[in-house]
């Protein structure tokens, strides 16, 4: 299987480019996949990896000047099908799945076995179980309606599919971002038979734990150029992570300054349906609270009811030592703002400009005068003054937020946030799916709001930022506040450990802090 | 122009250039459409569509859509014409009071969507249909027509210094209002944030359901104001009125651009989508087609409208 041993390598990636309205995606990006490996890919959120994959799946086309050989021969697919026909199947996050029909006609999509249009329904469903069983998962009957599966089942079906159509080449885009670490584990054991069986598997992630567990050869892209591409015995974790960001990784969290000051936020005895019971915190100037828990802990809960994102059942919330009944109009204008979880959806408003984004939440108190009407003069002020002070990179702000990265998404809703001149702020995984560079100036961001006296509540699913940052941890499990800890005298395990409560079987992969 | 600029261009402005095309045919082909009389006619005609058009396009930026327009008309118009034929008052007095009918259905059709939570599409064609069967019970199926009804006439066939029609000036003023608010006011800002996002809009402040409240107030206002004109237009007025203007009405804030999913439209496309339209509808009369072909050629815009907009919201 050595290089050496063929002139071509299965697949190769020539001089690909690709040019979007206003980006440039890929840019003459070249790379080998050699047959029978895994192929590791790996880059920040923006570098690229998405679009070479839906380059090769068919889903895009690629700029003029590139090309694509599979096998030593052209490879140019049109159309998803061509790719699937040309032995090229990929796995997207998102699956591919008909819900309401059953394993097997999932399986056999678009290659059923008939004869003058009657399905053998005896075959179709031995060739299902027949992959089913090399998956491991034999205990699936192919009758099962699709959406009825959990997610790690569903993938397994997709990965059924890919074997039925005796596909050479499978490509997997974040595979595990949704899966448990036991079907995470089960899914490890499918790639490595599926190796077994010559499959040659590009495997696209930014979880490095698994790159190093599985691949054999890695590729790393940054900002649409191919920046390496070696034996992974041949890296270690950081030189890895300095080639996907292109630098020292400043690990470091910065310093924090002041200590906390008065009350400004009280929660007394908060229940809300089931997800949240009897929650009391306090709050206070200057300090950074952090809230840790596992997914369904009520640590997101706890967030939404504050902002009334979610009606409170119970209890009493006071701001500044006022009664205070939560809504979004409402906790504005008592200087509360909330960073919601997910930015694309909630955080910002896609096809609106950067300025109004950032103008938004203060067109009534500081762009309109008393009659409603809106000065641009001072919606530009209120936009540049943010704009310059997070750093925020676009062209020009009236430039639709949808073109902007990840990061910079993340920095328009920040501003708009800012622009509120919030008292007490209240942060939903703010740095979730932001490159390890925009990461950092949002922990700056919040070390230096604390200093200027504003409260934050973080609300967040790593440890490491966690206790970076914050005076004090919350941990939560089952709706309840377990823990209420001094990060300076605690760790990773201890939060853990509370935030599992009394079971042990409830482990998901996002708690890994990675 | 790459590909996708050529697709955005046609998407966005490819109207428009029907639209002259149109005009030029029409010119070469007729002797009366290129005259200064004849402009002023479709412009006259294309009056009451453009102010319904308004109404519409608010609503439409919020992503939603008012089947309960003409139908408001309808009944607006007869109520006008019964309160000053037969309860012989002012014309100003029943103006306020079918403006203000019209502000009460804005009001309830506002609250059945944002607090009942039923979608503006079947609560619209639910009041659509009870606003039917009260206009047809006021009237008893009878056409309201009376002396009364030419103190409004002016509102039809009034010139301003003898050339420009009055029902063009209303028109040409309430676009530049609506233009004026869509773009400098706190009330237009929150229209198309909500329309583009209304979860990330509440949760960024905006008092949602009351923009929404207010928007349906404001059609509501309008589409009884389109009543009133076109009570003038006829002189006289009867239960089904306004039912031939709800399907070009939409049809002309969609050719404009408004997308149907909210957030994105531009008012002063409306006005010349609106204008277009009632232009097609003159020419084939000019050209003598039948009004049967006419139906065809109307159901061929709105198709060709919707196409427009899918070359929009397609993402290259």
């Given at each position: 299987?050595?290089?050496?041993?063929?002139?071509?390598?299965?697949?190769?990636?020539?001089?690909?480019?690709?040019?979007?309205?206003?980006?440039?995606?890929?840019?003459?990006?070249?790379?080998?996949?050699?047959?029978?490996?895994?192929?590791?890919?790996?880059?920040?959120?923006?570098?690229?990896?998405?679009?070479?994959?839906?380059?090769?799946?068919?889903?895009?086309?690629?700029?003029?000047?590139?090309?694509?050989?599979?096998?030593?021969?052209?490879f140019?697919?049109?159309?998803?099908?061509?790719?699937?026909?040309g032995?090229i199947?990929?796995?997207?996050?998102?699956?591919?799945?008909?819900?309401?029909?059953?394993?097997m006609?999932?399986?056999?999509?678009?290659?059923?076995?008939?004869?003058?249009?009657?399905?053998?329904?005896?075959?179709?469903?031995?060739?299902?179980?027949?992959?089913?069983?090399?998956?491991?998962?034999?205990?699936?009957?192919?009758?099962?309606?699709?959406?009825k599966?959990?997610?790690?089942?569903?993938?397994?079906?997709?990965?059924?599919k890919?074997?039925?159509?005796?596909?050479?080449?499978?490509?997997?885009?974040?595979?595990?971002?949704?899966?448990?670490?036991?079907?995470?584990?089960?899914?490890?054991?499918?790639?490595?038979?599926?190796?077994?069986?010559?499959?040659?598997?590009?495997?696209?992630?930014?979880?490095?734990?698994?790159?190093?567990?599985?691949?054999?050869?890695?590729?790393?892209?940054?900002?649409?150029?191919?920046?390496?591409?070696?034996?992974?015995?041949?890296?270690?974790?950081?030189?890895?992570?300095e080639?996907?960001?292109?630098?020292?990784?400043?690990?470091?969290?910065?310093?924090?300054?002041g200590?906390?000051?008065?009350?400004?936020?009280?929660?007394?005895?908060?229940?809300s349906?089931?997800?949240?019971?009897?929650?009391?915190?306090?709050?206070?100037?200057?300090?950074?609270?952090?809230?840790?828990?596992?997914?369904?802990?009520?640590?997101?809960?706890?967030?939404?009811?504050?902002?009334?994102?979610?009606?409170?059942?119970?209890?009493?919330?006071?701001v500044?030592?006022?009664?205070?009944?939560?809504?979004?109009?409402?906790?504005?204008?008592?200087?509360?703002?909330?960073l919601?979880?997910?930015?694309?959806?909630?955080?910002?408003?896609?096809?609106?400009?950067?300025?109004?984004?950032?103008?938004?939440?203060?067109?009534?108190?500081?762009?309109?005068?008393?009659?409603?009407?809106?000065?641009p003069?001072?919606?530009?002020?209120?936009a540049?003054?943010?704009?310059d002070?997070?750093?925020?990179?676009?062209?020009?702000?009236?430039?639709?937020?949808?073109y902007?990265s990840?990061?910079?998404?993340?920095?328009?809703?920040?501003?708009?946030?800012?622009?509120?001149?919030?008292?007490?702020?209240?942060?939903?995984?703010?740095?979730?799916?932001?490159?390890?560079?925009v990461?950092?100036?949002?922990?700056?961001?919040?070390?230096?709001?604390?200093?200027?006296?504003?409260?934050?509540?973080?609300?967040?699913?790593?440890?490491?930022?966690?206790?970076?940052?914050?005076h004090?941890?919350l941990?939560?499990?089952d709706?309840?506040?377990i823990?209420?800890?001094?990060?300076?005298q605690?760790?990773?395990?201890?939060?853990?450990r509370?935030?599992?409560?009394?079971?042990?079987d409830?482990?998901?992969t996002?708690m890994?802090?990675? | 122009?790459?590909?996708q600029?050529?697709i955005?261009?046609?998407?966005?402005?490819?109207?428009?250039?029907?639209?002259?095309?149109w005009?030029?045919?029409?010119?070469?082909?007729?002797?009366?459409?290129?005259?200064?009389?004849?402009?002023f006619?479709?412009?006259?005609?294309?009056?009451?569509?453009?102010?319904?058009?308004?109404?519409?396009?608010?609503?439409?930026?919020?992503?939603?859509?008012?089947?309960?327009?003409?139908?408001?008309?309808?009944?607006?118009?007869?109520?006008?014409?019964?309160?000053?034929?037969r309860?012989?008052?002012?014309?100003?007095a029943?103006?306020?009071?079918?403006?203000?009918?019209?502000?009460l259905?804005?009001?309830?059709?506002?609250?059945?969507?944002?607090?009942?939570?039923?979608?503006?599409?079947?609560?619209?064609?639910?009041?659509?249909?009870?606003?039917?069967?009260l206009?047809?019970?006021?009237?008893?199926?009878?056409?309201i027509?009376?002396?009364?009804?030419?103190?409004?006439?002016?509102?039809?066939?009034?010139?301003?210094f003898?050339t420009?029609?009055?029902?063009?000036?209303?028109?040409?003023?309430?676009?530049?209002?609506?233009?004026?608010?869509?773009?400098?006011?706190?009330?237009?800002?929150?229209?198309?944030?909500?329309g583009?996002?209304?979860k990330?809009?509440?949760?960024?402040?905006?008092?949602?359901?009351?923009?929404?409240v207010q928007?349906?107030?404001?059609?509501?206002i309008l589409?009884?104001?389109?009543?009133?004109?076109?009570?003038?237009?006829?002189?006289?007025?009867?239960?089904?009125?306004?039912a031939?203007?709800?399907?070009?009405?939409?049809?002309?804030?969609?050719?404009?651009?408004?997308?149907?999913?909210?957030?994105?439209?531009?008012?002063?496309?409306?006005l010349?989508?609106?204008?277009?339209?009632?232009t097609?509808?003159?020419?084939?009369?000019?050209?003598?087609?039948?009004?049967?072909?006419?139906?065809?050629?109307?159901?061929?815009?709105?198709?060709?409208?919707?196409?427009?907009?899918?070359?929009?919201?397609?993402?290259?």
């Amino acid at each position: 299987m050595s290089k050496s041993m063929s002139v071509h390598a299965f697949l190769e990636i020539q001089n690909i480019s690709k040019t979007y309205p206003g980006v440039q995606a890929l840019h003459g990006v070249s790379i080998d996949v050699n047959q029978g490996l895994v192929h590791g890919l790996v880059g920040e959120n923006g570098a690229g990896k998405s679009t070479l994959i839906k380059i090769l799946a068919g889903a895009e086309t690629a700029d003029p000047g590139g090309e694509i050989r599979l096998k030593g021969q052209h490879f140019e697919p049109a159309t998803p099908k061509d790719a699937l026909v040309g032995g090229i199947s990929t796995i997207y996050q998102v699956f591919n799945l008909l819900p309401d029909r059953a394993i097997m006609h999932n399986v056999l999509l678009g290659q059923e076995p008939a004869k003058r249009g009657i399905l053998n329904m005896k075959v179709m469903k031995s060739e299902t179980v027949r992959v089913l069983d090399m998956l491991g998962a034999g205990h699936l009957s192919p009758d099962t309606l699709v959406g009825k599966l959990k997610v790690g089942e569903q993938q397994v079906v997709e990965i059924a599919k890919a074997l039925v159509n005796k596909s050479e080449l499978l490509v997997m885009d974040e595979p595990t971002a949704a899966l448990n670490q036991a079907e995470a584990e089960a899914l490890f054991d499918n790639v490595r038979t599926l190796r077994a069986e010559g499959v040659t598997i590009l495997y696209v992630s930014h979880r490095l734990n698994e790159i190093f567990d599985l691949a054999d050869t890695v590729s790393v892209l940054r900002d649409g150029e191919h920046i390496v591409t070696g034996d992974i015995t041949s890296f270690t974790r950081e030189s890895l992570i300095e080639a996907m960001i292109g630098r020292k990784l400043e690990g470091v969290f910065p310093e924090r300054q002041g200590e906390p000051g008065d009350e400004i936020l009280r929660l007394n005895r908060i229940s809300s349906d089931k997800v949240l019971s009897d929650v009391s915190l306090t709050l206070h100037k200057g300090e950074i609270l952090a809230v840790a828990g596992l997914s369904g802990s009520g640590k997101t809960e706890l967030g939404k009811v504050i902002y009334g994102d979610l009606p409170i059942d119970q209890g009493q919330i006071t701001v500044a030592g006022e009664p205070f009944r939560p809504q979004p109009a409402r906790a504005i204008d008592h200087r509360v703002i909330y960073l919601p979880e997910d930015r694309k959806n909630d955080g910002v408003l896609q096809e609106l400009s950067v300025r109004r984004n950032i103008s938004l939440s203060v067109l009534r108190n500081r762009v309109a005068n008393r009659f409603g009407i809106l000065s641009p003069k001072r919606e530009r002020q209120v936009a540049q003054e943010q704009i310059d002070g997070l750093d925020i990179k676009t062209p020009t702000m009236e430039q639709e937020v949808l073109y902007l990265s990840g990061g910079n998404q993340q920095k328009v809703a920040l501003g708009r946030c800012l622009a509120a001149d919030p008292e007490v702020f209240i942060m939903m995984e703010p740095t979730q799916g932001i490159d390890v560079g925009v990461k950092f100036e949002i922990y700056q961001f919040i070390v230096e709001q604390a200093a200027e006296g504003k409260a934050i509540l973080l609300i967040s699913s790593e440890l490491a930022e966690i206790l970076g940052l914050a005076h004090r941890v919350l941990v939560m499990h089952d709706g309840r506040i377990i823990a209420d800890l001094d990060t300076g005298q605690t760790d990773q395990e201890e939060i853990l450990r509370y935030a599992l409560g009394d079971t042990k079987d409830k482990v998901t992969t996002h708690m890994s802090g990675e | 122009m790459s590909r996708q600029q050529a697709i955005k261009f046609l998407g966005d402005q490819g109207f428009i250039i029907i639209f002259v095309v149109w005009c030029v045919i029409l010119a070469l082909a007729t002797d009366s459409f290129a005259t200064s009389g004849n402009a002023f006619t479709i412009l006259r005609q294309a009056s009451i569509i453009g102010v319904m058009a308004i109404a519409a396009h608010l609503i439409i930026l919020l992503g939603d859509i008012d089947l309960s327009a003409a139908a408001v008309m309808s009944l607006c118009g007869v109520l006008m014409a019964g309160l000053i034929v037969r309860n012989e008052l002012h014309p100003i007095a029943a103006a306020l009071l079918v403006l203000g009918a019209g502000a009460l259905i804005g009001v309830a059709n506002g609250l059945i969507i944002t607090w009942i939570g039923i979608n503006a599409i079947i609560t619209t064609l639910g009041t659509a249909s009870i606003l039917g069967g009260l206009a047809f019970i006021y009237t008893g199926g009878k056409t309201i027509y009376g002396d009364p009804i030419d103190r409004i006439e002016f509102l039809a066939r009034g010139r301003l210094f003898d050339t420009i029609p009055v029902s063009v000036i209303i028109m040409f003023v309430l676009y530049i209002l609506a233009f004026l608010m869509l773009r400098y006011t706190t009330y237009g800002a929150h229209i198309f944030a909500t329309g583009n996002n209304k979860k990330a809009s509440w949760l960024a402040g905006i008092k949602v359901d009351r923009v929404k409240v207010q928007s349906f107030v404001l059609a509501g206002i309008l589409a009884a104001f389109a009543g009133i004109m076109q009570v003038a237009r006829q002189g006289t007025a009867t239960a089904g009125m306004g039912a031939d203007f709800l399907f070009p009405v939409i049809t002309a804030v969609v050719l404009g651009g408004a997308s149907l999913q909210g957030g994105r439209g531009k008012i002063l496309n409306t006005l010349i989508a609106a204008i277009f339209l009632t232009t097609i509808a003159n020419g084939m009369i000019l050209l003598g087609v039948s009004i049967y072909a006419q139906r065809i050629v109307s159901g061929a815009m709105l198709i060709l409208a919707l196409s427009l907009d899918r070359l929009r919201t397609v993402r290259v």
